[in-house]
């Protein structure tokens, strides 16, 4: 049993959505980039679908629709991460609407594996910006992970992208009990304009019913730099550029998004008791080998840890495996500040103990938590 402990570094993660018949150019980028250790997800994006109304009456039909998606992530230094977006840009195409959206969240990661050497591409800082906040939803009641999308959509905030979890750690210790918390999660991520997310956050709790009871947990991380994928609406269009377009073309010439602020009364109103939020909370990430995901769940529990959602992830490819294993479990764990560095450190020695070298604990703060308060 190797006794080496995950040593901290401060890196950067990259994660990248796009359609899956664009999955191949994001790995040969990240390959001929020298990234190594890029987990792969299933996922979703949900987009509104324009369409005429039926027997030629007047007005639209408006229909959620989903398209497969697929997300990227590594974890490269930070001097590099620039590079890397713009690279996966001017390969992927990204700035056309639809095709996918990339960003980059500065962490600390706790790991044996070294950081990849990232080769020096030439490349120009025209369309990263650095204005964005990503917003992650965790749902389990029946119909919330819709009514989330639907209200970010209908709020023009940006294109929903959804994934399935499972929730493990507190479920497993209630008994006959447990029937009546599903185990089944649904995580939505909405990369929205900084200055807009205390507003757009207070109406998704509000028109997504989170402020009640089962309603789900809500949290806000930061984001470095990153490019959205603005095409929020599919169908016929009656001009020449669509409304999204003319947005994104408006974010490039005002290299930003601070212009189109929309939510400024919200912050002013007085403090409503169902959308008080804490920022003294820190994301945990813990990826590790498939089949040790819940024994790490249940060590950060007796550290505090009220418990985790845990999805399913895959290397790259045959090329990208470490120590010949290819499956991976991904958990995502919700603390206070306060206990971070205990949870953290029982990880680390899990990793010890269940001889998972190829363990990664990733550390990064977030600026606002909400979940429902009797």
């Known amino acids: 049993m190797s006794d080496e402990?995950?040593?901290?570094?401060?890196?950067?993660?990259?994660?990248?959505?796009?359609?899956?018949?664009?999955?191949?150019?994001?790995?040969?980028?990240?390959?001929?980039?020298?990234?190594?250790?890029?987990l792969v997800e299933n996922a979703r994006a949900v987009r509104q679908r324009i369409r005429p109304r039926a027997w030629g009456l007047p007005g639209q039909q408006v229909e959620l629709e989903n398209s497969a998606m697929e997300l990227f992530r590594t974890t490269v230094p930070r001097e590099s991460a620039l590079q890397v977006i713009e690279t996966l840009n001017q390969t992927l195409e990204l700035q056309t609407p639809g095709r996918g959206s990339v960003y980059a969240q500065d962490i600390t990661e706790y790991s044996q594996l070294n950081p990849p050497e990232i080769k020096e591409t030439s490349f120009q800082n025209t369309t990263a910006f650095h204005g964005y906040t990503l917003i992650n939803g965790i749902l389990s009641k029946a119909g919330g992970g819709e009514r989330l999308t639907e209200s970010a959509l209908r709020l023009g905030a940006c294109v929903p992208i959804v994934t399935r979890g499972f929730g493990t750690g507190l479920r497993d210790q209630l008994g006959l009990l447990r029937i009546t918390i599903p185990p089944e999660k649904e995580l939505v991520q909405l990369m929205v304009p900084a200055h807009d997310a205390a507003g757009i956050q207070r109406l998704l709790i509000e028109n997504a019913r989170m402020d009640r009871s089962g309603g789900g947990f809500l949290y806000q991380t930061p984001i470095s730099a990153g490019i959205v994928?603005?095409?929020?609406?599919?169908?016929?269009?009656?001009?020449?550029?669509?409304?999204?377009?003319?947005?994104?073309?408006?974010?490039?010439?005002?290299?930003?998004?601070?212009?189109?602020?929309?939510?400024?009364?919200?912050?002013?109103?007085?403090?409503?008791?169902?959308?008080?939020?804490?920022?003294?909370?820190?994301?945990?990430?813990?990826?590790c080998s498939e089949g040790k995901a819940n024994d790490f769940v249940l060590a950060a529990m007796e550290a505090g840890a009220g418990g985790a959602t845990t999805e399913r992830v895959r290397c790259l490819s045959a090329s990208d495996l470490e120590?010949?294993?290819?499956?991976?479990?991904?958990?995502?764990?919700?603390?206070?500040?306060a206990i971070c560095d205990s949870v953290v450190q029982v990880l680390r020695d899990m990793s010890v103990v269940l001889e998972d070298p190829l363990c990664r604990i990733q550390v990064l703060e977030s600026s606002s938590v909400f979940f429902h308060q009797r």
């Not at 999204?244 to 602020?261: F, N, S, V, Y």
């Not at 120590?323 to 500040?337: D, L």
């Open 229 to 287: 994928d603005p095409l929020l609406r599919i169908g016929q269009q009656e001009h020449a550029a669509s409304m999204e377009q003319l947005i994104a073309a408006m974010d490039e010439m005002k290299h930003g998004t601070g212009w189109r602020k929309r939510f400024a009364d919200l912050e002013d109103q007085k403090r409503d008791s169902r959308f008080i939020t804490s920022r003294k909370y820190t994301e945990i990430t813990l990826v």
């Open 323 to 337: 120590g010949g294993i290819g499956a991976r479990e991904r958990g995502i764990i919700c603390v206070p500040k």
């Open 5 to 38: 402990f995950p040593i901290s570094k401060e890196v950067t993660r990259i994660t990248c959505a796009v359609h899956p018949h664009l999955g191949p150019q994001v790995a040969e980028c990240l390959i001929t980039l020298g990234s190594h250790t890029v």
